[in-house]
């Protein structure tokens, strides 16, 4: 079992940036593929990014490409999602989540079994 805890969220102009990064507990983080989502007020949770247990692989929504990065650091247990040029929409509750993957090198986009609690990010026009 993993336990995961988000941090960096806030209030941000358009056109801003924020690293979020996702701290996860336990000695095998490395054996889960990781993603982040996003919950906007009044609209179901959507898919964000995607990153491979090994970091090689990865995997955006199309709103986010060429906008956001995600990462990870297997030696620090954490995930982290860098989103630049911020804007109103890209307003939410950003989650990261994690699954077990048997693949080094596949990225995952649904069938998350843990989820952290969320952290908010503003955009402010």
């Known amino acids: 079992q993993v336990q995961l805890k988000e941090s960096g969220g806030g209030v941000v102009q358009a056109g801003g940036s924020l690293r979020l990064a996702c701290a996860a507990s336990?000695?095998?983080?490395?054996?889960?593929?990781m993603g982040w989502f996003r919950q906007a007020p009044g609209k179901e949770r959507e898919f964000v990014a995607a990153?491979?247990?090994?970091?090689?692989?990865?995997s955006y929504t199309n709103s986010v490409k060429g906008q956001f990065t995600i990462s990870r650091d297997n030696a620090k247990n954490t995930v982290y999602l860098q989103m630049n040029s911020l804007k109103p929409e890209d307003t939410a509750v950003y989650s990261c989540?994690?699954?077990?993957?048997?693949?080094?090198?596949?990225?995952?986009?649904?069938?998350?079994?843990?989820w952290g609690q969320g952290t908010q990010v503003t955009v402010s026009s």
């Open positions: 990153i491979s247990r090994n970091g090689v692989s990865t």
């Open positions: 336990g000695r095998t983080f490395s054996s889960y593929a």
């Open positions: 989540a994690a699954k077990f993957s048997p693949s080094t090198i596949a990225v995952e986009t649904l069938g998350y079994n843990y």
